[in-house]
């Protein structure tokens, strides 16, 4: 799922290329993509769109009468842009937005249609996709600390838990941890003040560091090429490779459709955490610590 740097980047190449002309109308190729019913989307034809902005993952187009665009791409959607006389890609879209000067579309890999597309009224319909997580980039510590605190979770699924922060996901919260040398499973109620100085600076830096280098690599092009699994990153998508910092084995804890990776040397004082599923299976056989893992290899 595209998270906080890649929106940014959709979101700031969109006020580039959109901000200012006209949207001339929409072609919604799948029945599953708009979710929405009133207003309609006919109300957004001959539009100017005013504002472009990022709302936790959800990107907001907005428009001269009042309306938004609020389009989600969940996991596996991502948007395109065709210039003037450009001619389109060949893949199948979800939907084509059709502007004085170009099209944007919307694609989505696989067979399952979760990217959504809404038609929101006013400042009050825009409410309705504002997730109450807080933007690391803007919040002081003190009071990211007080949003950690509020219940005790296991910091992975603080870190990616709208209510908390905003626009973090699976990948950039493997990194996030790795950088402050903190487990996954650890629980928020139980960090001391020191572990959550260096989360939040981990937090910050990592998110300023990814966003700044993408903004390099598309050398002020359209951003294609969106991923969660790049190659530089430290953990997250890189199970069985080497740690960047000890060159440790990356391992993983499994469970449903999501995947955490750590390092067990920077991260877990050495412990390789268990897997629901595959721990369970092997049993006694499941290595606790690096000198079992590493015994094996």
Request: charged share 25%.
């Amino acid at each position: 799922m595209p998270e906080l740097p890649d929106i940014t980047l959709y979101v700031e190449a969109l006020a580039t290329r959109v901000q200012g002309h006209t949207l001339k109308r929409v072609a919604v190729g799948s029945p599953f993509l708009l979710r929405s019913a009133e207003p309609s989307l006919a109300e957004t034809f001959g539009q100017r769109v005013t504002t472009s902005k990022r709302l936790g993952k959800r990107i907001a187009l907005g428009l001269e009468n009042g309306l938004w665009l609020v389009i989600h791409l969940m996991i596996a959607g991502r948007l395109h842009w065709f210039a003037s006389g450009r001619r389109r890609s060949g893949r199948r879209a979800l939907a084509f937005f059709e502007f004085d000067n170009g099209t944007l579309t919307l694609t989505e890999a696989g067979t399952q249609r979760r990217a959504s597309l809404y038609v929101v009224r006013g400042k009050e319909g825009l409410r309705a996709h504002q997730r109450r997580g807080l933007e690391i980039l803007e919040t002081p510590l003190q009071e990211f600390a007080q949003r950690l605190r509020i219940e005790n979770h296991t910091l992975k699924r603080a870190l990616t838990d709208p209510q908390l922060f905003s626009g973090i996901g699976n990948a950039y919260s493997d990194e996030i941890l790795h950088a402050a040398r903190l487990s996954p499973v650890a629980l928020t109620q139980r960090l001391s003040g020191d572990e959550i100085e260096r989360l939040y600076a981990a937090g910050v830096r990592v998110l300023q560091d990814w966003t700044e280098r993408l903004r390099s690599e598309a050398h002020g092009e359209f951003p294609e090429g969106v991923t969660a699994f790049r190659e530089d990153f430290a953990v997250h998508g890189r199970f069985r490779k080497r740690c960047p910092v000890c060159q440790t084995e990356i391992q993983r804890i499994r469970y449903a459709s999501n995947e955490t990776n750590y390092c067990p040397r920077c991260q877990t004082g050495g412990r390789i955490l268990a897997d629901r599923s595959l721990s369970r299976l092997l049993k006694d056989d499941w290595p606790r610590s690096i000198e079992e893992l590493e015994s094996r290899n």
